[in-house]
């Protein structure tokens, strides 16, 4: 599985850290810091954590890999 955020896009909302912690990880009010390829055990949180994003700033499977090329920090 390979995830990308669009931190452009993330307003900080830290939906994420909360469902995938292992995965994302808040620093500071807004700077998020996430695992690319998350570990498989993760997957499905990894899921829940895209679908609940307010800003939908996450892209998983496919999509992301369609995305790894941009410019992603």
């Known amino acids: ?4 955020v669009d931190l452009n ?3 900080g909302y830290a939906q994420c850290v ?9 620093h500071g009010e807004e ?4 695992a690319p390829t998350p570990p498989d055990d ?3 949180r990894v899921r829940r954590a895209a679908a609940a ?3 939908q ?9 369609a ?7």
């Open 18 to 26: 909360f469902l995938a912690p292992r995965v994302f990880e808040l």
């Open 42 to 44: 993760q997957a499905e």
């Open 57 to 65: 700033a996450i892209l998983v499977g496919e999509r992301a890999g």
């Open 67 to 73: 995305e790894a090329g941009t410019d992603v920090r």
């Open 31 to 34: 700077a998020l810091l996430y």
């Open 9 to 11: 896009r993330c307003q």
């Open 1 to 4: 599985m390979q995830i990308v």
């Open 53 to 55: 994003c307010p800003v």
